[in-house]
């Protein structure tokens, strides 16, 4: 018989695994998510946009953009408002619609006020990465007198509710009432710029106002944002704070401000001078504060047995009242010392009405301020209505009262 040799098979082996272990992040990608250091040298004409490229900028992206548009110079910003044979500071709305392949040949063929929002969007982008980055060049990059400027600070925001006990009044005792002004030949912003960088340096507050729910620049692109908020956030770091504002008040804005909240940014730092002169890097960059306040919205105008212009609801006076006092109260309580008003309403609401209520507010809840200053954000604000409205804020309103009869003689 024939016996086969038995085949002796070894036992199964266990599976070897290779254990992979996580790759070491390299440098340069250990900082902020999302960011990008701003290397490349920034070329214009740019268009508006949603996402960064050639001939796109972006300035809700800003941190994905690898050019440095801190390093535009105020040479190219001059010559290319020129170029655009516009007006300075006047963005057209609604130009979004068309942007080519977004190439720098597609950006210089497109219309005059494109290339404007492109450039405006341009410059609140160099901004941005100045207030990122902390540094920028004054005048101007590339330039014989040119100085680094370093720790650009960072604004911050709060809300002030209206259910918070603030002070409307505040005591008297040795504090002053303030100087009541109005100042026709400068913006809000630069008057701001004036007394900021005055003996002593003061502090300084600009207060802005808004329709109540409404907070222009925040989630909108920047070529439809508004000409009366075009200075602040070309010139300033306030931009900035606007896309970190729901991360510093822990709540929707928009709801925040229906319900009447205050917001108060601190910080608030002036880097630019006027565009229209080429946008030049300021040397001392001075901080100011900034107060937002909503007012009722769709309000009612009626004149009085007086002949005077005022609110045709007790409620919507009411509220903006309350809303000017609070204003007033929380630059007093901040030591605020020089206080710029912009008009309220910006003509949405009754000039002599609302002027009389911002007087009331800044004598009884002013005290401790030095002055407090009604200026207009650019020239041609309000038209013929500033003469009423400045007049009655500084001097008050003279009711005069009508007879009966002269009124039945005139309407004859």
């Known amino acids: 018989m024939l016996v086969l040799p038995r085949t002796i098979t070894a036992p199964p082996t266990a599976r070897c695994h290779r254990v992979q272990r ?42 994905e953009d690898g050019r440095d548009w801190r390093k535009l110079s105020p040479d190219e910003v001059v010559q290319q408002l020129l170029a655009c044979s516009l007006p300075p500071l006047r963005i057209s709305k609604g130009g979004l619609a068309s942007k080519g392949d977004g190439s720098l040949a597609a950006a210089a063929a497109a219309p005059a006020c494109q ?42 925001s709060h809300l002030l509710s209206p259910a918070r006990p603030e002070p409307l009044q505040r005591p008297i005792g040795n504090l002053q009432v303030p100087v009541l002004s109005c100042s026709p030949g400068h913006s809000a912003l630069s008057l ?38 075009a200075e602040l956030l070309l010139r300033t770091n306030y931009l900035k704070a606007l896309y970190d504002l729901e991360k510093h008040i822990h709540t929707d804005v928009c709801a925040a401000l229906e319900a009447g909240h205050l917001i108060h940014t601190s910080d608030v730092s002036i880097l630019r001078a006027p565009v229209e002169d080429g946008a030049q890097w300021l040397r001392e960059a001075p901080s100011i504060d900034v107060i937002w306040v909503p007012l009722p919205r769709s309000v009612l105008f009626q004149e009085d047995e007086h002949k005077v212009e005022g609110y045709g609801n007790v409620e919507q006076q009411r509220i903006t009242a309350i809303q000017l006092r609070r204003a007033i109260s929380t630059a007093a309580a901040a030591g605020v010392q020089n206080l710029v008003l912009t008009p309220p309403g910006a003509g949405q609401h009754p000039a002599v009405g609302v002027a009389e209520l911002l007087r009331e507010a800044a004598l009884a809840c002013g005290h401790g301020l030095n002055q407090v200053v009604l200026c207009r954000e650019f020239e041609d604000q309000l038209h013929g209505r500033w003469t009423a409205m400045s007049s009655a804020f500084v001097h008050g309103v003279q009711r005069i009262k009508v007879h009966p009869w002269l009124e039945v003689k005139k309407s004859r």
Do not use: N
């Not at 990059?141 to 650009?152: D, H, K, N, T």
């Not at 004036?194 to 920047?222: I, N, S």
């Open 192 to 229: 701001c710029l004036e007394f900021a960088m005055g003996q002593d340096r003061p502090r300084t507050a600009l207060v802005k106002f808004g329709a109540a729910g409404v907070l222009p620049g925040l989630d909108a692109d920047f070529g439809s944002i508004e000409l009366r908020e």
């Open 115 to 156: 290339r404007r929002e492109g450039l405006m969007a341009a410059l609140a982008t160099g901004v941005l990465q100045a207030t990122e980055e902390g540094s920028y060049w004054a005048p101007g990059f590339g330039l014989p007198q040119a100085v680094e400027c370093q720790s650009v600070r960072q604004p911050m």
């Open 22 to 63: 996580p790759r070491p992040r390299p440098a340069q990608a250990l900082g902020k998510e999302h960011s990008t250091t701003p290397l490349r040298h920034p070329r214009i004409p740019v268009l508006a946009g949603s996402y960064p490229s050639a001939g796109v900028v972006a300035v809700k992206r800003y941190r």
